[in-house]
Nanobody
Framework: QLQLVESGGGLVQPGGSLRLSCTASGFTLDYYGIGWFRQAPGKEREGVASISSSGGDTNYADSVKGRFAVSRDNAKNTAYLQMNALKPEDTAVYYC??????????????????????WGQGTQVTVSS
């Protein structure tokens, strides 16, 4: 069974940083593009960032460009989302998803869970003073 587990969320003050991890079990991430998504209460799910299977291509939503960085370590079967200069509007549940076929450049636009082979359970990020 393909599973993704996110971790690293928490409460942080505005301007602070967090690093989220997305670890796969039951499969090898090597051939999968990874997308990061978030959903705040009462809002639609939003694509945040994506990274190709090799790590060579990344893509970001305009709202996080220059503040967030996506990376991966295939040897650890894990992807990361480094979030800097956090703002209260970044508060949301953050999810990762994996798929071998979706174009990583378009992943931030594909927010339907059924489009992905695996989708994590989410980790809460709260930005508040």
């Amino acid at each position: 069974q393909l599973q993704l587990v996110e971790s690293g969320g928490g409460l942080v003050q505005p301007g602070g940083s967090l690093r989220l991890s997305c670890t796969a079990s039951g499969f090898t991430l090597d051939y999968y593009g990874i997308g990061w998504f978030r959903q705040a209460p009462g809002k639609e799910r939003e694509g945040v960032a994506s990274i190709s299977s090799s790590g060579g291509d990344t893509n970001y939503a305009d709202s996080v460009k220059g503040r967030f960085a996506v990376s991966r370590d295939n040897a650890k079967n894990t992807a990361y989302l480094q979030m800097n200069a956090l703002k209260p509007e970044d508060t949301a549940v953050y999810y990762c998803a994996a798929d071998p076929d979706l174009d990583p450049h378009s992943m931030v636009e594909v927010t339907e869970i059924s489009e992905y082979d695996a989708w994590g359970q989410g980790t809460q990020v709260t930005v508040s003073s």
